[in-house]
């Protein structure tokens, strides 16, 4: 993907040689491919001065046009009230500012740029010697999709993974967390099928929609009695129920295949359905549990329990599902947990502490612009820090952000207790 926008970006400048054009675009898909990972080639050999002149006058034309906007959930959105906006040129647009600005994080004056900037934020300078986003892959973006994506990262043992699942299945399996996933998932996608029906009304989409209600409507089925209330004051069930043919998880699970298949096609809704999708793996293990108010209270509670004993049980650490089920239960939404330039792990000196980096591009250096891009940041760092610590790793894992911006002011603010380095982007 950056390799694309990147590529885009050269064949439209006219300040390259086209002699050079051909080696050059060949060298930077090899560069954002992921292939140069352990080259030792740098960025001043595969990028010329002339682009890099020619790319950071275009990025700072850019910057303030796009500096109402962001990609979250590999969606363009509005970052002020997180509107969605639809509109492919500028986020395209977007993609490549970001692709460039990758570059240019790669290039010796920015990293001389953050090397002075660590050594002011940081008094030990034990944090400033490692030369951070010093590889090709530490600079790419990364989407997480699994908690065994952050235990490869955090180099989490095969036993430490099993503690991970022990200590976190029982909490996020809940049954409130559960239905509040689904219906979380389900309610975002019918948004974004209203909107699809209004721009590009189809017949797939109008079933879709009317599924995505039903469905809605089935999961209230599922939402038990008011915790709150004490059991003597709950209603007395339906006496008569025909148990046998009471509904069960099964009947959400093929609604659900039936509005995947239904939207298979679009490629707007692709984020959405594939959350969906990884949800298919839950239901599929629970597809026998009743879910009826009508059963009485204390089979309620029992049926309850054995979707989390359930859950429990049959989703690993691979799981989208248990993933998404993490999400909801830390941040009360299912956002995929996005990395601009995803950054690495190393140790600090010999006491113990591993710093974990991750970093962000910013538009530019404005209080709204610059808190947004933190606080995103932030959410990714800490889930890191919630499996190290449910690992029971040994040693304190120090989080640490790092954000660039076309003539940004360097420095160095704190949140949440962690270091945001801010640093320059310039030639």
Known sequence: ???????????????????????????????????????SETEEEIFSSEWCAMAFSKMKKWSHSLKEFDLIDGRLVNINDHSRIYDDKLEKKL???????????????????????????????????????????EREPLI???LSKISDILSVSAQQRKVVRHNICPQITEHQIWTGTLVEILNGLKSEIEVLIHRRPSKDTRLAHQIAIGLLKFLESAVSYDPETSSWMRLTPTKGVNTPNSPKWEDALEMAMDLINCLSDEEDLAIHVSKLEGMKEGLYQIREVLIDKNIGYKEIRYQEHLVQKKLTKNLGLPSQCLFTLLLYYLYGSVEDVEIEVRGGVHAIGYGGKVCLYMGKILTVDEEKVVWNGVKQLDKALSLFKFVWESAGMKGDLVLQGHLWCVGAQNRSISYRGNTYMIHEINL
Do not use: W
């Open 144 to 146: 997480v999709k699994s």
């Open 95 to 137: 993609h490549t500012f970001k692709s460039v600005a990758r570059v240019f994080i790669g290039l010796p004056l920015t990293k001389e740029t953050m090397k002075k900037n660590m050594l002011a934020s940081f008094a030990d300078t034990q944090f400033a010697e490692f030369q951070y986003f010093s590889k090709c892959h």
């Open 1 to 39: 993907m950056a390799c694309k926008y990147v590529t885009n970006f050269l064949c439209r400048s006219r300040h390259l040689l086209r002699i050079q054009n051909s080696g050059m675009l060949t060298r930077l898909a090899y560069y954002h491919s992921g292939g140069g990972e352990e080259s």
